[in-house]
């Protein structure tokens, strides 16, 4: 991929995903509705004005979920770029506890899935290169190029030391 050309790349939106990860699960969602639609990934959704992504991942995943995350930490920067103009701009989350009790709503299905049984078929294609990077506790940044849900090409950079960059 040549990274040229992300060097002026601006999003049309920012968004995000908190991933809930615990006594060897983690949280996934089916969403039922939005971009992404019948997929599986983390909870997660637009950045209003005036919020910052840290405070929209937890509104995000307590809409999703009827949960509270606790101490989300940021972990890495996606960065999407759709062929039909779309540009996409998502903070991903991990949290190791929260408050409440999970529900299905109206926007997603919880999924609590083993970390070595992750549904990657069923999820977004680019979400293999960098989930297990993460899950290992690494943080990066990635960028995307999607054709529909077709990805096209992809590099991911792993900022923690100790991680190979092997996804890229």
Not at 71 to 95: K, M, N, S, W
Request: proline fraction near 5%.
């Amino acid at each position: 991929m040549n990274l040229e050309r992300w060097k002026d790349w601006q999003p049309t939106e920012r968004a995000t995903l908190l991933f809930v990860i615990r006594n060897g699960q983690i949280l996934l969602i089916r969403k039922k509705r939005g971009l992404g639609a019948g997929k599986v990934n983390g909870p997660g959704g637009r950045i209003e004005p005036g919020e910052t992504p840290i405070e929209a991942a937890i509104r995000e995943t307590s809409e999703e979920l009827g949960i509270v995350a606790r101490e989300p930490e940021q972990r890495g920067q996606l960065h999407f770029h759709f062929l039909d103009g779309y540009r996409l701009h998502c903070c991903v989350f991990v949290a190791r506890d929260y408050e409440g009790e999970v529900i299905e709503t109206d926007e997603a299905k919880p999924l609590w899935t083993p970390l070595d049984r992750i549904p990657y078929s069923e999820m977004w294609a680019d979400d293999v290169h960098w989930l297990p990077g993460v899950i290992a506790g690494g943080s990066f940044r990635a960028f995307f190029t999607f054709d529909g849900e077709r990805m096209l090409d992809h590099h991911v950079e792993w900022l923690e030391e100790g991680l190979r960059a092997e996804a890229a």
